[in-house]
């Protein structure tokens, strides 16, 4: 099967082989299994950006064993590989161990669908979801949102079925939308057009103290410039409350210490410049589909740059043409 041409979708996800959680790499072969499934099921002409960021040294990267899991996804897949020195170029916060929407901005940047989801890997889609995409109804200049369904951690995924999913006895947590920015759990749905997308020049590469936040920061960023956020009223889901949930208890007595960062103002605005998602690093190919991004000063902004960052009150922002 040849790679598609102009795919309809992008599906941006990011991670590392440091089997983060303890059972990282499966929950990512399972989902995108899963979704796989789904999309091809339904005819969605879709491609999937993985995005390795700060791979690590002496182990094989979480791409190449992706392509090995899951052969059939393979003519679907670009992956990238960020060499591991820009982790520490970027770094505000040496807690910080892994920059996951700098991750994704570099696939974001570079995919070729005309829509581009960004989302985790292990969330799974539902066939509404899909559905919407197979109807490639979408408009530009709108941020579509789904919520998170948190499910009971220890369901067994095996031959999986959407009935497992949609049942109330093993649901945990509905994150519930609130209108009009609809930020919560922002990071496992963001949906909108490849244009938009570039014009707002993708997640906040400015403030990097913290990547808690930085998702809900993104939807204040494009009501401000004029995007129009939309609850598609659909679903998506998630084995367990996620990590920040889980750990968060143990870090309540000082969050400085916390690998995710402080709270902040997420209403702050900012302006990315223009070699967002490491515009200017070089991209040295190696072999179908695969991309290493190599380290140079060239691509990494300043380490400070607060002009970029303001109040949302007093310097409204354009979409720029």
């Not at 066939?127 to 499910?151: E, S």
């Not at 749905?189 to 936040?213: M, P, Q, T």
Request: positive net charge; proline residues 6%.
């Amino acid at each position: 099967m040849n790679r598609p041409v102009a795919p309809y979708l992008s599906i941006v996800l990011t991670g590392r082989n440091d089997n983060f959680g303890g059972d990282f790499n499966q929950r990512l072969f399972a989902a995108v299994a899963y979704n796989h499934r789904l999309l091809a099921r339904a005819g969605v002409n879709y491609e999937l950006v993985f995005v390795e960021w700060r791979p690590v040294a002496a182990r094989t990267l979480l791409a190449d064993l992706l392509r090995r899991h899951i052969p059939e996804v393979a003519s679907r897949l670009t992956t990238y590989e960020v060499d591991e020195p820009y982790h520490e170029a970027f770094s505000q916060n040496p807690r910080l161990q892994f920059h996951e929407f700098i991750a994704k901005n570099v696939g974001i940047r570079r995919a070729a669908g005309s829509y581009v989801l960004a989302t985790n890997t292990d969330i799974y889609l539902s066939r509404n979801v899909v559905g919407l995409f197979a109807q490639q109804a979408l408009r530009p200049m709108v941020l579509y949102r789904a919520t998170r369904v948190d499910l009971k951690s220890g369901l067994d995924t095996t031959n999986l079925d959407e009935r497992v999913l949609i049942d109330p006895r093993n649901q945990v947590i509905v994150n519930t939308l609130t209108p009009p920015f609809f930020t919560n759990a922002s990071g496992d749905f963001l949906l909108l057009d490849r244009y938009s997308f570039h014009a707002l020049r993708g997640f906040n590469e400015v403030f990097r103290v913290a990547k808690i936040l930085i998702d809900a920061n993104f939807c204040y960023h494009a009501a401000e410039n004029g995007v129009l956020l939309v609850d598609t009223g659909l679903q998506v889901f998630h084995f367990g409350e996620g990590t920040f949930h889980a750990q968060r208890s143990a870090y309540r007595a000082r969050p400085a210490d916390a690998p995710w960062g402080g709270h902040w103002r997420k209403e702050m605005l900012y302006d990315n410049p223009p070699n967002w998602g490491l515009g200017d690093a070089p991209a040295v190919p190696r072999g179908e589909g695969h991309v290493r991004l190599a380290f140079s000063d060239r691509a990494v902004p300043p380490l400070v740059a607060l002009r970029r960052v303001t109040s949302p009150v007093t310097r409204p922002l354009k979409m720029r043409r």
